[in-house]
Nanobody, 117 residues
Framework: QVQLVESGGGLVQPGGSLRLSCAAS????????MAWYRQAPGKQRELVAS?????????NSADSVKGRFTISRDNAKNTAYLQMNSLKPEDTAVYSC?????????WGQGTQVTVSS
């Protein structure tokens, strides 16, 4: 089993920055992939960024956030991060962390990000 807890959301002005954290606990060694998703009201859930955990981590991000958002992880802290810069009102959503093992998909509870002046 894996447990995920997100933090770091909040209210920020357009152009501002936030860093989301996803703290993982449990059977950490079984995780091979982690990702951040977001869902805005009335919209489908969207994959924001992902990291494939290998000897050299591989990352990907959605076109809508390329150059602004960066996914990373700290193996020692069992934590994945999403650094969000140059935030726009359209980035407003609930952001959720996802982790995959060979047998299961795990989700955190989500954290609200609101970009507004």
């Amino acid at each position: 089993q894996v447990q995920l807890v997100e933090s770091g959301g909040g209210l920020v002005q357009p152009g501002g920055s936030l860093r989301l954290s996803c703290a993982a606990s449990g059977n950490m060694r079984s995780i091979y992939y982690m990702a951040w998703y977001r869902q805005a009201p009335g919209k489908q859930r969207e994959l924001v960024a992902s990291i494939t955990i290998t000897s050299v981590d591989s990352t990907n991000s959605a076109d809508s956030v390329k150059g602004r958002f960066t996914i990373s992880r700290d193996n020692a802290k069992n934590t994945a991060y999403l650094q969000m810069n140059s935030l726009k009102p359209e980035d407003t959503a609930v952001y959720s962390c996802n982790a995959l093992t060979i047998t299961n998909s795990y989700w955190g509870q989500g954290t609200q990000v609101t970009v507004s002046s």
